[in-house]
């Protein structure tokens, strides 16, 4: 196996890197969409923005997060309450939640023109709330993997 060198410096490798750069992005393009919705002004550019937050989050589940859940399957269940398994799997549960949410909502509203739907927000709420906690998770089991 050909161990390819962080870009950010850290013991992770380069795939570990550029996912955490892409979840980065991708929460400064909700905090975006979430401003839009806020000001009550262009909701379909609110639904646009987080449309492709839910994609970009997509890729990336399949391409990264997927097969590394898949390679740990195995000791899973024997290290389960181990502190940082504890960590990873809670951010897996949380970032799966939010994104089932995410493709949820652009599948009922259609993001690209529909009107804002009173009844949802509490439910696009806490899709944002759960997918604040996964990325601060998320950054969290980086820092401990890779740069403790």
């Not at 951010?91 to 939010?98: E, I, M, Q």
């Amino acid at each position: 196996m050909v161990y390819v060198m962080s870009i950010l410096g850290t013991k992770a490798g380069l795939i570990s890197d550029l996912n955490l750069l892409l979840q980065i992005v991708i929460i400064i393009i909700l905090f975006a969409g979430f401003f839009f919705a806020k000001r009550k002004i262009r909701y379909d550019m609110h639904g646009k923005i987080m449309g492709i937050a839910v994609f970009l989050n997509l890729i990336s589940l399949i391409f990264v997060m997927v097969p590394g859940t898949i390679g740990g399957l195995s000791s899973l269940a024997s290290r389960i309450m181990q502190p940082a398994i504890l960590l990873t799997t809670i951010h897996k549960v949380f970032g799966g939640l939010a994104e089932i949410l995410g493709i949820i909502f652009i599948i009922i509203l259609r993001p690209c023109g529909s009107k804002f739907i009173k009844n949802t927000r509490f439910l696009m709420k806490t899709t944002f709330a759960l997918w604040i906690i996964a990325f601060l998770l998320g950054v969290t089991a980086y820092i401990f993997f890779n740069i403790l």
